[in-house]
């Protein structure tokens, strides 16, 4: 759990110490509402877009000639609200940016629409708020408007967040999952299956002998840098349904088929232990910081250089090849040297892990 929000930093805290906890008149418009909005989110997220504060945000001119607009929208319902490694709130800013950057565009504006639950205790939310707004800073972007809704106790679980994204697309950039040809490489930024793994282990209250931490990260400076290197065909991020469902998703959408070497694909010691003990596949859990390229394979040892230089991006392994035959199929060659199918999810391994 992140530090104790500073109660005497934020705007005339007052109003809100007053209530250490979310009730339903801080969704009711009236002066609850603005003290909340006042005290906490203005301040927070403050930029010049927010301090409009109408029912829209008027933005400047986004694209220039030849440039698309990326949109997307996600909502956020992880419990625990806050896991090693992260929380609720940078889940919500990174996986918004992150899906904007699978398409190669920069990210820049964010909604956020806030459902709480009676009884929150304000602390919570302030960690939540303050935590969401360094991840703002650090993935560059400004969260533009947004909105508040209190539900009833026991109606919610402590609190949702949905967040929308607008970002552009240069004119010359033209990523999409249908893009995948035969003779392509498929590469990954990174170990598989920290985040899920991370937030199982809070929420059943298992203990390993070294801490598992959720890869929550923004990916969009990774993304730039790929680009930077080369040409890339494809991009997605990892999220629920792991490594597994992504790879299926493109080969599905390409109509190609994907080959990969599961010896190639990085998995930590103590995740990989942990799902053995829990009898769950680490290609089927869920990642919050990682990605998955496919590109041509001129230019493969070229941007897997650039990638392995950046931040997010030192553990990135070239793990398998796209192939003309049996099209919208994945296998993977495993360690004892078969093959097997890897198929899509049949259900949610780990519920609420996003």
Known sequence: MTDKPNLLGWTCP??????????MGHGAGGRMMADLIEHLFAPAFDNEWLRQ???????????????RLAF???SFVVSPLFFPGGNIGELAVYGTVNDLAMRGAKPLYLSAGF????????????????AMAAACKKAGVNIATGDTKVVQKGHGDGIYINTSGLGVI?????IGPANAQPGDVVLVSGTMGDHGIAVMSVREGLTFE?????????LNGLVEAMMEAGQIHCLRDATRGG????????????????????????????????????????????????????????????VLSAMR????????????????????????????????VVDVPAGELLPRIC
């Open 14 to 23: 007052r109003p809100l110490q007053n209530y250490p906890t979310i009730v």
């Open 53 to 67: 504060m109408g029912d829209s945000t008027a933005l400047e001119q986004l694209m220039e000639m030849g440039q």
């Open 72 to 74: 997307t929208t996600d």
């Open 115 to 130: 459902i709480l639950e009676e009884g929150l205790p304000m602390e919570t939310l302030g960690n939540i708020v303050t």
């Open 170 to 174: 240069p004119a010359d950039v033209d």
């Open 210 to 218: 070294t801490e598992i931490k959720s890869d929550t990260a923004p």
């Open 243 to 302: 490594l597994a469902a992504v790879l299926n998703e493109l080969a599905g959408s390409s109509r190609v088929g994907i080959e990969f070497d599961e010896r190639k694909v990085p998995i930590r010691p103590e995740v990989n232990a942990a799902c053995e003990m829990l009898g769950l596949d680490p290609l089927y859990i869920a990642n919050e910081g990682k990605l998955v390229a496919i590109l041509p394979e001129t230019a493969a040892e070229v």
């Open 309 to 340: 230089q950046h931040e997010y991006g030192k553990e990135a392994a070239i793990i398998g090849r796209v192939v003309a035959e049996h099209p919208g199929l994945v296998t993977a060659k495993t360690a004892i040297g078969g093959i097997r």
